[in-house]
């Protein structure tokens, strides 16, 4: 089979067992997956340039440093990563353009949504 | 020597008889004409001036003479008074005396023997003995007449001394009347009447008046006539007042006997004036002195002829007993007038005291109550109640500010309470059982109104100054008394018909130091004119109930505010539950959601990879149904709590911050906060008033809290032109030492977990609403001194339009344009 370059996804998410899921389910999905605890994590994560991924996945309320703080500083640094919050607060829906995040999907036991937002981003 | 003898025997004999003193002196004339070759004997009074002589005895009794009197410059006499000796006039020097010889008595008499009548001390008169022929007295002769002379002049000292002692006995027993009269009594009208009698008695004068005059107002505070008095008396005296004249006799001039010629003709009357006048009375006038501002004078009128007296004029006698009686009725005046005064300044103060009592127990009564529904009550009954001020009935009408008129709002007329008038027991209110009387009055319905009262109810009277006095009173400010209403050109009258008013009075209500509405007072029952004092009272008894009536109005709005506030901040508190509530159900979902996830997550995986086992997939199926469920339900719950802006409308920003401010006066009273506000006329804003005024109302409670030892608060509203679109702007600057530079980068953050800032959810709710109503909130921070917010919303010009382009989900929201 013609090996194919994987697409790196970076997750960032406080939850372990959450972390797992989406790196089972995107790992079987053929998506290389890195993983980060908060925005501090992802922040270091991106300071090597030959390792960035091609789509971000964070959740808003982490430890440390939150994902709408973490998102300012990406879309300040590196505008080229597409970024989606993927958070348990479904009211901030319509207001996530205002914070510059390319997607905005309420978390959900069905990753349908996700999925499908993470491979119109990529194929961008 | 027997004829002398027995000529001074029968003379000492005449001289100490008991007859009276007239008949003395004729009688020894009598014996002296039997003197050989005397025919003719005349005795000359000196008058008391020693300018003039008069005859005032002549005998033989039959001759015929005449009382006139003769000037001592033309006679021959001249000498003998001041040699005080006798001299015989023969035929040859006549000629020097011819003067005395006009006199007809003396006509054809060639010898006169005159012989000085004397005593040791004082000069009377002279005795003159005539003859036809001729008269050689020997020094016996003369010796022996000299004696007669001395008895003569006995007489006359006798008599004078004892008229003069009972003219002084008759002055003192005057004196004592007017005492006793003076005495008598403390009245100023009583004693005016009693003296005006006893002095034309005393003086024997047909009438006598009496004047006194202020001297401050120039009035004539005492008018007062007894007897005949002329008509000119009263205009004359005053002249004198005026002119300060002195004390003087005016005696009517008598008419001269016709035919009468040479130094006779020159008898005078005693008056030192100019003859006056037939027409006027003659008449004395005194002067009355008083320590006080007062002038006086007292006259006399007209002398009554006594004892077949000459004339009937008044002498200088009659002046100097006018004169003590004047000095001492003006002192007894004077204490009259004063206990007079005193007794009506007492008067006064009473009536002073007791009216101000009375406002004292109305005053309480109206402090017992801010209810504008029973002030007025008490107002009107503290009017007309007979142990109030007693009239018999009051009208309170007060001001329609929008309409422009006045309106009746109560009346009350007195009630006679035959109760309180028959039964002794029930005792009159006095005191404070008056305020405690109107209070309960106050609470009793009244004035129910009937076919007239109904009618009256609706009168309104235009705020014009030709409406009518109660209009002009009102505008003015001003008291009225108005006499007869329905003469009175400035009257209303269709009020003066409805009220069927005779008299009455209008007095402004001044409420702080406006005029609020007017009272209308009258007595229609009893017809007592209202006076200038009553106005007066009226006047102070309306200003106290200006104040109470504004004082309750004042309590009405605080309360009906209050009752406005109750309501909004109720309302306030109900959104930030929902808020609160709302906070909690999406923590909650947060918390649940990320479980939830991972459950439902795993166990798609696990049932993709058992697809062969049907049993464990059916079990497989419903776990994730369920979880589904679940996630449905909290996707529900959040849009239920999420911002309902269907209930958006447009609002004034100013209107929205000073309710939200309105409902943190207590805490900023309580810090002692001073707050400056500076509004600039915005235009309308589009959003939620209950959650904006949240948004103020969190920032001040942040800024309160910041200044909990007192500080000051800056409020300022403005329109910031922006660089793409205008901005509403609210900028609130505190005192309170400003946000710490380490949180301050996390104040709005509610993901923030580290839970350094506990109190700042507060700020994130404002934050979450501003940002939900496309708005911005800006902080400039002072470290040290203070923080200013800057609140950023966009016109609801330029949200509108924008809105309906973001409608995604929520197209069910129309705003509501039809406010």
Redesign the interface.
């Known amino acids: 089979m013609e090996r194919k370059i994987m697409n790196r996804i970076l997750i960032a998410d406080d939850e372990e067992a959450l972390q797992k899921l989406y790196k089972e389910e995107f790992e079987e999905d053929g998506y290389e997956v890195f993983l980060a605890g908060n925005g501090k994590e992802v922040l270091t994560f991106l300071e090597d340039p030959a390792g960035h991924p091609d789509l971000i996945v964070m959740d808003i309320r982490m430890p440390e440093m939150d994902g709408i703080s973490t998102l300012r500083v990406i879309k300040e640094k590196y505008p080229q990563i597409p970024v989606i919050l993927c958070s348990a607060y479904s009211e901030f829906k319509q207001d996530f353009s205002t914070w510059a995040s390319d997607e905005y999907v309420v978390k959900s036991s069905d990753l349908t949504e996700l999925k499908e937002a993470a491979k119109r981003l990529i194929k961008k | 020597m027997t004829q002398g003898f027995e000529l001074l025997k029968k003379t000492i004999r005449v001289a100490n008889s008991g007859i009276g003193y007239e008949d003395r002196l004729q009688g020894i004339l009598d014996l002296l004409i039997r003197l050989e070759g005397i025919e003719l004997a005349v005795l000359f009074f000196l008058s008391p001036e020693q300018d003039t002589l008069e005859i005032k005895k002549v005998s033989p009794r039959s001759m015929s003479w005449d009382a006139q009197k003769l000037p001592l410059s033309r006679s021959s006499f001249k000498d003998l008074i001041q040699n005080r000796q006798s001299l015989l006039i023969t035929p040859a020097n006549r000629r020097e005396h011819k003067a005395l010889f006009r006199n007809p008595l003396l006509k054809g008499f060639n010898f006169l023997l005159s012989l000085p009548v004397e005593d040791d001390n004082i000069l009377y008169g002279f005795l003159g003995l005539c003859s036809r022929q001729s008269i050689n007295p020997s020094t016996r002769v003369l010796e022996e007449l000299a004696l007669i002379n001395c008895e003569l002049a006995g007489i006359i000292r006798n008599s004078r001394i004892y008229t003069e002692s009972k003219k002084r006995i008759a002055e003192l027993s005057v004196l004592y009347q007017v005492g006793k009269v003076i005495g008598s009594t403390l009245e100023l009208d009583d004693l005016i009447q009693k003296t005006g009698a006893i002095i034309a008695q005393v003086i024997n004068a047909t009438g006598s008046a009496l004047l006194i005059m202020d001297t401050h107002t120039q009035e004539m505070i005492v008018e007062s006539e007894f007897g005949r008095v002329p008509a000119t008396a009263k205009a004359i005296m005053r002249q004198d007042i005026m002119g300060q004249k002195k004390n003087y006799i005016r005696n009517r001039a008598i008419p001269e006997p016709a035919g009468t010629a040479g130094p006779w003709e020159e008898r005078k009357v005693l008056s030192r004036e100019k003859s006056l006048p037939q027409s006027y009375s003659s008449h004395m006038g005194v002067s009355l002195q008083f320590k006080g501002p007062y002038r006086g004078r007292l006259c006399v009128f007209e002398k009554i002829a006594v004892n077949g007296e000459a004339d009937s004029n008044f002498g200088e006698d009659d002046l100097s007993i006018l004169s003590t009686i004047g000095n001492i009725i003006a002192s007894a005046l004077e204490n009259a007038l004063t206990f007079q005064k005193m007794e009506a300044l007492a008067r006064k103060n009473e009536e002073m005291v007791e009216n101000l009592s009375t406002l004292h127990q109305i005053d309480i009564a109206l402090m017992t109550t801010a209810s504008i529904q029973e002030l007025p009550h008490i107002i009107l009954d503290a009017i007309t109640l007979e142990e109030g001020l007693g009239f018999n009935r009051a009208v309170l009408f007060l001001a329609d500010e929008e309409n422009k008129t006045l309106a009746p709002l109560a009346w009350a007329i007195q009630e006679k309470r035959p109760a309180k008038l028959t039964d002794p027991k029930i005792p009159s209110l006095s005191g404070p059982e008056l305020s405690r009387f109107l209070v309960e009055q106050a609470g009793r319905l009244k004035n129910t109104p009937d076919g007239k009262n109904a009618k009256f109810k609706e009168l309104r009277i235009p705020l014009t100054p030709d409406s009518g006095i109660l209009a002009r009173s009102f505008l003015e400010g001003q008291s009225f008394i108005i006499e007869n209403a329905l003469t009175d050109p400035r009257t209303n009258k269709e009020l003066v018909n409805l009220l069927n008013m005779k008299s009455f009075a209008a007095i402004p209500v001044v409420g702080k130091d406006k005029v609020i509405g007017v009272i209308e007072v009258d007595n229609f029952i009893d017809k007592h004119p209202i006076t200038q004092g009553d106005l007066h009272l009226l006047s102070m008894m309306a200003h106290q109930a200006g104040q109470a009536l504004e004082n309750a109005r004042l309590y009405d709005f605080i309360e009906k505010t209050n009752q406005e506030l109750k309501v909004t901040r109720e309302r306030l508190i109900e959104s930030e539950k929902m808020v609160a509530i709302g906070e909690m159900a ?1 923590g909650l ?3 649940i ?13 696990l049932n993709k990879r058992f697809q062969e086992d049907s049993q464990v997939q059916t079990y497989f199926q419903v776990i ?1 149904s369920e ?2 469920r679940l ?1 449905k339900i ?2 529900e719950i ?2 239920f ?2 911002d309902p802006r269907g209930k958006y409308k447009e609002w004034d920003l100013n209107r929205i911050i000073d309710e939200a401010l309105g409902l943190m006066q207590k805490e900023i009273e309580k810090n002692k906060i001073t707050v400056h506000k500076d509004w600039a006329p915005l235009p309308a804003i589009f959003g939620d008033d209950s959650q904006l005024r949240h948004v103020f109302y969190n920032l001040f409670q942040n800024s309160c809290q910041a200044m909990s030892d007192g500080g000051k608060l800056s409020l300022r509203t403005f329109l910031d032109q922006g660089p793409a679109s205008p901005w509403v702007v609210c900028e609130i600057k505190d005192t309170g030492g400003g946000i710490p530079l380490e949180l301050l980068h996390n104040i709005f ?1 509610p ?4 839970k350094t800032l506990g109190s700042g959810l507060g700020l994130s709710i404002v934050h979450k609403i501003i ?2 109503h496309q708005g911005e909130v800006d902080i400039d921070n002072r470290p040290g001194e203070g923080v200013s917010f800057f609140i950023k919303l966009p016109l609801a010009d330029e949200t509108r339009p924008i809105k309906k382009n973001k409608t ?2 929520e197209e069910n929201h129309e705003p509501d344009l039809n406010r």
């Open positions: 999406s979902a947060h918390e959601r990320n479980p939830l996830v991972s459950i439902g997550g795993f166990v798609r995986r994730i979880v589904e996630e909290l996707n959040m849009e709590y999420q953050n993901f923030f977990t580290t940002t939900r995604d989900g």
